[in-house]
């Protein structure tokens, strides 16, 4: 599969939600270090990539436990369709016939980009297990969250990020209560400011 945009790319983010992405890396230091908690077949790490300086450290973190055929299932409605039916059809044949897995569709997808060079390090493990691992880190400029949307998940990563000048993510809405609840409480108590974006999408900036 050739992809030259993050339209191009499965996923569930909106080109309504990238177009923030530009105006969050405006308010980042020269050289930023940014982390990616959840990063699906690849749509969102496109659309970041497309807007990054050409200097940033990129870093991913993911479980790489999606399940390609559940997007079949009835009544799932998130699945953001390809730009262009020919290639869907072609592309999903492929991995259906393959049996890919989420992270090989992952990886021959994002190859392609021009600033796949930019991407430092790919956790492919559990987010309990990166913690306990000497690869932690707190030491980031932002941290884009879209992993599990339960309530503890996310309140967990806000407080683990406390630190973190932009903290941002995907999902605010009544569909994914846990993450407005979890927002809303965070924001509250670490009196952080709080923004909702368009297609809802949260930006969080710590003081």
């Known amino acids: ?13 909106s080109q309504l939600q990238h177009s923030q992405f530009i105006k969050l890396i405006e308010h980042l230091p020269d050289r930023p270090k940014i982390l990616e908690i959840g990063c699906g077949y690849g749509r969102s790490t496109w659309a970041w990539l497309d807007v990054i300086p050409k200097n ?9 436990n999606l ?3 559940d997007i079949f299932k009835p009544g799932y409605t998130g ?3 390809f730009t262009k ?11 259906l016939d393959n049996k890919f897995t989420q992270r090989e569709i992952f990886d021959r997808i994002i190859i392609q980009h021009t600033k796949y060079n930019n991407i430092k390090e790919i956790w492919h493990m559990a987010g309990s297990t990166w ?3 000497k690869c932690f880190s707190k030491e980031w400029d932002l941290v884009y969250l879209d992993d599990d949307h339960s309530y503890s998940s996310v309140k967990r990563w806000l407080e683990i990020f406390a630190n973190v000048p932009i ?15 979890a927002v809303n409480e965070y924001t509250r108590i670490s009196n952080s400011s709080l923004q909702i974006m368009p297609d809802n999408f949260f930006v969080i900036k710590n003081t």
């Open 1 to 13: 599969m050739k992809c030259k945009y993050a339209s191009d790319v499965p996923g569930w983010t």
């Open 167 to 181: 903290v941002c993510g995907d999902d605010y809405h009544t569909d994914w209560q846990g993450v407005v609840s």
């Open 85 to 95: 039916p020919e290639q869907n059809r072609q592309f999903v044949k492929k991995v």
């Open 67 to 69: 399940n390609f055929n």
């Open 131 to 133: 913690l306990e691992s």
């Open 79 to 81: 699945w953001r369709q």
């Open 56 to 64: 940033t450290d990129y870093y991913i973190l993911d479980n790489f």
